[in-house]
Nanobody, 125 residues
């Protein structure tokens, strides 16, 4: 049974930084690509970032490129999202997700088999 648990969300001001973490259960974490997605009120869930199983390939949504950094620690079964220069438009519930059939990094929700429950990030302007 795979479980993903996000943490680190909160209320910050525009321009601040925040670090999200996702802890995963499962013995094959190092074979999964891990993604971060977000969903703002009234909007569809959207791709934020993805990191390949060994961390060698990373992709970002254009809206966060240069401000967010995804990383992973396969020894600890964790994936992180360092967010800086936060904007009010970044306000959303952030979800981590696991693609356990990785072939290439995907931005599609349907590529991810496992999801966490999300953590709220609120950026006040």
């Amino acid at each position: 049974q795979v479980q993903l648990v996000e943490s680190g969300g909160g209320l910050v001001q525009a321009g601040d930084s925040l670090r999200l973490s996702c802890a995963a259960s499962g013995r094959t974490f190092s074979t999964w690509a891990m993604g971060w997605f977000r969903q703002a009120p009234g909007k569809e869930r959207e791709f934020v970032a993805v990191i390949s199983p060994r961390g060698s390939r990373i992709d970002y949504a254009d809206s966060v490129k240069g401000r967010f950094t995804i990383s992973r620690d396969n020894a600890k079964n964790t994936v992180n999202l360092q967010m800086s220069s936060l904007k009010s438009a970044d306000t959303a519930v952030y979800y981590c997700a696991a693609d356990n059939n990785w072939v290439t990094n995907s931005r599609r929700l349907g590529s991810y088999e496992y999801w966490g429950r999300g953590t709220q990030v609120t950026v006040s302007s």
